[in-house]
């Protein structure tokens, strides 16, 4: 080769235009692709975190109510006019669907003078179950109840109770004191069920069933 010819350049090593653009176009699928993967995962986890509170909120307003009835207690109480209520009594009235005297309210430690006995009610409102109490099983016309939601989304609560003698063949009946012992709505003595049927219809889980037996 004479000194006078010049050498030819080696070309330049990368990548075009359409190889870039190509894995532009690559890389945005992917991207997208991953990206509805993890959008529906984190769907799937919110839904499973909704459902999982869900199920505790269920839990605890059964396992409340299921200790509630368990422990009935047969004393009775005086409402605010000084006349007598039975331990147990369903229907209170047309708002609430039952009115007992139960044993089991804790109290750590002692920590307040009080006993463990407490005088509960449970009424609907607008698809919510409340449950209110009295500080003090006798009630005054100074004592309020206080209310807690227990659940939401209600939209039936009924009560089936199972007396310790059925009656003309009814192992349950509606309402409590039966009829048979409806004239001893006073200060007197009344028995208490053998067992209680909790009936829950939930607008999003259906129905749900408790039955609980009464310990005496």
């Known amino acids: 080769m004479s000194r006078g010819t010049p050498r030819r350049a080696s070309p330049a090593a990368g990548f075009t235009l359409l190889e870039l653009l190509v894995a532009l176009a690559i890389f945005g699928i992917v991207s997208a692709l991953a990206l509805g993967g993890l959008n529906a995962v984190v769907r799937q986890e919110a ?39 039975v331990p147990l009594l ?15 309210w804790a109290n750590p430690f002692a920590r307040f003078p009080r006993g463990t006995l407490q005088r509960t009610q449970y009424r609907l409102e607008d698809g919510r ?45 509606s309402q409590w004191p039966p009829l048979q012992q409806q004239g001893s709505n006073s200060c007197e003595s009344v028995e208490l069920p053998q067992a209680v049927h909790i009936h829950l219809r939930l607008g999003d889980w259906g129905d749900i069933d408790r039955l609980v037996e009464v310990v005496q």
Do not use: K
């Not at 369903?90 to 089991?104: E, F, I, N, R, T």
């Not at 209110?132 to 089936?160: I, K």
């Open 90 to 104: 369903a229907p209170c009235d047309a708002s609430y669907p039952v009115c007992l005297s139960h044993d089991g």
């Open 47 to 85: 839904i499973a975190t909704g459902q999982l509170q869900r199920l505790h909120q269920v839990q605890r307003a059964v396992r409340i109510m299921a200790s509630d009835f368990a422990q009935l207690n047969p004393r009775r109480v005086r409402d605010a006019l000084g006349s007598c209520e």
């Open 129 to 173: 179950l409340l449950r209110e109490y009295w500080r003090v099983m006798d009630r005054t016309l100074v004592n309020e109840p206080r209310s807690e939601v227990l659940l939401d989304q209600v939209e039936a609560f009924e009560l089936g109770f199972a007396p310790r003698v059925p009656q003309a063949n009814q192992p349950w009946v």
